[in-house]
């Protein structure tokens, strides 16, 4: 991952085109980086060509007085003069031994390596890391070089293009670095007096604030070798002069400038933040000190890049990489900052910004509509997707709508008795922290004192694993006589279709009905909806709710012997849906369809907010009439905002294809999903064999896993039994549910990166990785992107399986 040292200044040189002068220029600041007394480091990852003319040689030829102090180095060097993907192709076919050209992981962890390695030398210095050709030209693998060096994130000195046409080609580069995030600290480029691009760029980018050089450029070819090393001498030496003058010399300055005004920002950001900032979800009475603050200087793929500026030893980085256990919150899908998101999200900015939607439409906003309820969740029952901000606005207007259905065909009801219609919930649900969305969950630690619950919570049976077995808890509400069923495997536990004629299924519809009738007798609310998170309940403990419990609730609510007019369904899809947990939605696993659903986190790809309700046309029709104040008088500045929908279009297209790619092949294969159907299918990213051990552990209640969620709930009875971890609390008695501290003191350990008998446990950049987690109470969980490689989740599990196996209960 990212690189920054306080001892060694950092940037990497990027081409504006081919032929522009980076290696003049990275030859130029070297030189004069070691007048300056610094140590230097120069490296070429890549150099194609005849050895005697390589980049490397030529900045150490020419650097100067002080090159004694100058450390060069190549890593991939290929002998035809072509672009670096097609050098290792005809290196391969020229020695008759077929082979592949090293991977993109290779290739970056070379380079994080050799950085490392002179990091470690403890030289206080500057380093230059040139690159080849132009921004996009390819590497080793044929990936572009901006995504390459995308993971080491080296902030950015781009060559500029002095020739015709370069204006352009240089505005281009520079606006394809900061798409990707790229910090590009200068310019620098030569001042051709012919075309003069130098003072068309100059103000250009000074309006950016963006710091340009230009420079005299070099001679031109003399009649000799002798002679062209000899004038190419003396143009060195005139523009890094002994005595510390001149245009190379004010952007050395500058760029150290740079370096020390990060590292100070970075420095005062946890303070700063402290001082200004009220986070969501944080007891602030217990954030301590500036160290309780995770600075996050930059994310790629499933990492975040962290700023500790106490790293030990002195000559390890100031950021060090933390894995995203959390998915950020549950959004992520195709990892932090992926490039194709980032371009939709500048195209939708840069064609629409955003614009007025009632009575509109835009293309962005209208194919989401389309895909999601004519190929997406929607199918076979939705017609028409209001879009919101968030899920808890989405949720909001699910309400509404949901509210507005019932009643229009209740026509008995009075004002007053709309507004005190009752929702069908489950105990545990959360469906968002808007006033409206909390008045439609149970009391809880969650709500504030302006709610008012309006509503019945069934207390749902569970799914997990306990001591390697799947097993259906039931409360004693329901059955006082049945507290667990065990099942064979998880696809027994959701085999929908069978389980209905079962046991179990009666038990829980006779409970559902004798409740629902016992409601209804006591006459005090009119139940108006059924509202369901589907197979997980996330907020509320990421709880796995039987799966048949749900469909007998949705049966009952449409059972005209039970409700002459039948409960619109809500399926809050927020956290659940768009293959979060392995399916596109769950209608098909209940084998029954919602007459409202929401979807929001993944939607986008964990990169803009936005939601979408979808609705069945018997809920449209009820606000469809001649008369404006019956319409939905629900919305929001931002709606359909059409850099979202296109963000939104571009991920479901992403997802798609990963869904039909090996490592979701090989996960199915792993929890035998082969030979079901499609739309019954259940799976996870997480290995069977590593779930089932972890519930066998003395510490954990129980486990379980869906999609790219692992679930663990360790023991906790608050009063008796303390954990050994758990000692240097002050205060002994533990807390049930989201109050105790138990899962996040357990595992406090894998916060930490480790390095152990030579094998580093590697992010992107090869660098030893800590892991950042959320726990609710007792309950932790782990949650990856939808593309997370299969090496980074085993990872993941042995770091867990050697923390918690070595807990033990007194």
């Known amino acids: 991952m990212s690189h920054l040292y306080r001892h060694l200044r950092i940037h990497q040189i990027f081409g504006a085109n081919t032929d522009v002068g980076k290696t003049v220029i990275a030859a130029a600041l070297v030189r004069a980086s070691t007048l300056t007394n610094h140590n230097t480091f120069y490296l070429k990852p890549v150099s194609t060509g005849p050895p005697q003319h390589a980049d490397d040689v030529h900045v150490e030829r020419y650097a100067g007085p002080h090159r004694h102090l100058l450390n060069t180095q190549c890593l991939f060097r290929y002998e035809d003069p072509v672009s670096p993907h097609l050098a ?35 030289k206080p210095g500057h380093m230059y890391v040139e690159t080849a050709g132009g921004v996009h030209s390819p590497t080793l693998s044929g990936t572009t070089q901006l995504e390459s060096y995308r993971p080491l994130f080296l902030p950015t000195v781009l060559v500029g293009d002095s020739k015709l046409g370069g204006i352009s080609s240089t505005i281009s580069s520079y606006e394809s670095l900061v798409l990707r995030g790229y910090i590009v600290d200068a310019i620098l480029l030569f001042r051709d007096d012919y075309y003069r691009n130098y003072e068309y760029l100059s103000p250009y980018f000074a309006e950016r604030g963006v710091h340009v050089t230009s420079l005299h450029p070099p001679p031109p070819l003399q009649g000799n070798v002798n002679e062209d090393i000899s004038a190419t001498e003396a143009y060195y030496a005139n523009l890094a002069p002994r005595s510390l003058d001149g245009e190379i010399f004010h952007a050395l300055r500058h760029l150290n400038e740079c370096h020390a005004h990060r590292i100070k920002e970075l420095d005062s950001m946890p303070r700063r933040t402290l001082d200004s900032i009220w986070w969501p979800f944080v007891q602030h009475g217990l954030v301590k000190s500036e160290k309780d603050v995770t600075v996050i200087d930059s994310a790629w793929a499933d990492f975040f890049s962290v700023y500790d500026s106490s790293s030990e030893p002195s000559t390890c980085s100031l950021l060090a990489p933390k894995l995203d256990g959390s998915a950020s919150w549950w959004t992520q899908a195709v990892g932090h900052a992926h490039p194709s998101l980032a371009l939709a999200a500048a195209n939708a900015a840069g ?79 959360y469906h968002g922290d808007t006033i409206g969305a909390m008045d439609a969950t149970e009391e809880g630690v969650y709500t504030c004192e302006w709610h008012q619950s309006k509503g019945f919570w069934f207390e749902p049976p569970t799914v997990a694993i306990k001591n390697g077995n799947f ?59 059924l509202v369901l998170e589907p197979i997980v309940m996330g907020a509320g403990g990421m709880i796995f709710v039987d799966p048949l419990f749900q469909r007998v609730l949705v049966d009952a609510v449409r059972d005209k012997s039970l409700f002459e007019n039948p409960l619109p369904v809500i399926f809050d899809e927020v956290f659940v849906g768009l293959y979060r947990l392995g399916m596109k939605s769950f209608g098909p696993l209940l084998g029954v369809n919602p007459d409202i659903a929401v979807y ?10 936005l939601s979408v309700t979808l609705a069945s046309e018997r809920v449209f029709q009820a606000f469809n009439s001649p008369s404006k104040v019956d319409a939905l008088l629900h919305g929001h ?3 359909a905002h059409a850099v979202g929908c296109q963000v939104a279009n571009t991920t479901l297209d992403m997802i798609e294809m990963l869904s039909q790619q090996d490592p979701w092949r090989l996960a199915r294969e792993k929890w035998s999903c082969g030979a079901r159907r499609e739309s019954a299918v259940v799976w996870s990213f997480w290995d069977p064999g590593f779930v089932r051990s972890v519930s066998r552990l003395a510490v954990v209640h129980e486990a379980m896993t869906l999609g790219t ?22 205060c002994r008695k533990q807390l049930l549910g989201y109050a105790s501290h138990t899962a996040q003191s357990l595992l406090r350990s894998i916060e930490s990166p480790v390095c152990e008998s030579g094998a580093l446990s590697a992010a992107p950049g090869g660098a030893p990785f800590g892991i950042h987690y959320r726990t609710l109470g007792n309950v932790a969980y782990f949650m990856t992107s939808l593309n997370t490689p299969l090496q980074t989740i085993e990872e993941i599990e042995n770091r867990l399986w050697k923390t918690l196996s070595a807990t033990h209960v007194n």
Request: glycine share 8%; proline share 5%.
């Open 88 to 122: 290792v192709r005809m290196a391969s076919q020229r020695s008759g031994v077929e082979s592949s050209a090293p991977s993109d992981e290779t290739f970056v962890n070379a380079v994080a390596e050799h950085i490392r390695a002179c990091a470690r030398t403890g």
């Open 351 to 429: 064609r629409y910004g955003h614009v007025m939607f009632p009575n509109a439409t835009h293309l962005p906003a209208l194919k989401l509509a389309e895909r999601l309820v004519h190929e997406g969740p929607g199918v076979g029952w939705a017609s028409r997707a209001f879009f919101t901000d968030n899920g808890s606005t989405g949720m909001e207007v699910a309400l509404k709508m949901a509210l507005r259905s019932f009643s229009i065909n209740e026509k008995e009801l009075t004002p007053r008795d709309k507004k005190d219609l009752w929702i069908v919930g489950l105990k545990g649900s």
């Open 709 to 730: 969620v692992l679930v663990i709930k360790f023991k906790d009875d608050g009063a008796g039994k303390v954990l050994p971890s758990l000692r240097a609390l002050s």
């Open 600 to 609: 929001a986190k993944i939607l986008t790809g964990g990169v803009l907010p």
């Open 637 to 639: 500045s931002y709606t």
């Open 471 to 529: 097993v259906v808890s039931v409360p004693s509400p329901i059955s006082p006589s049945t507290s667990s069923v065990h099942f064979d495997d998880l696809h027994s536990v959701y085999d929908i279709e069978n389980r209905l004629h079962s046991p179990l299924a009666d038990i829980y519809r006779t409970h559902v009905r004798n409740t629902l009738q016992a409601l209804r007798r006591k006459g005090e609310r009119k139940l108006a909806a």
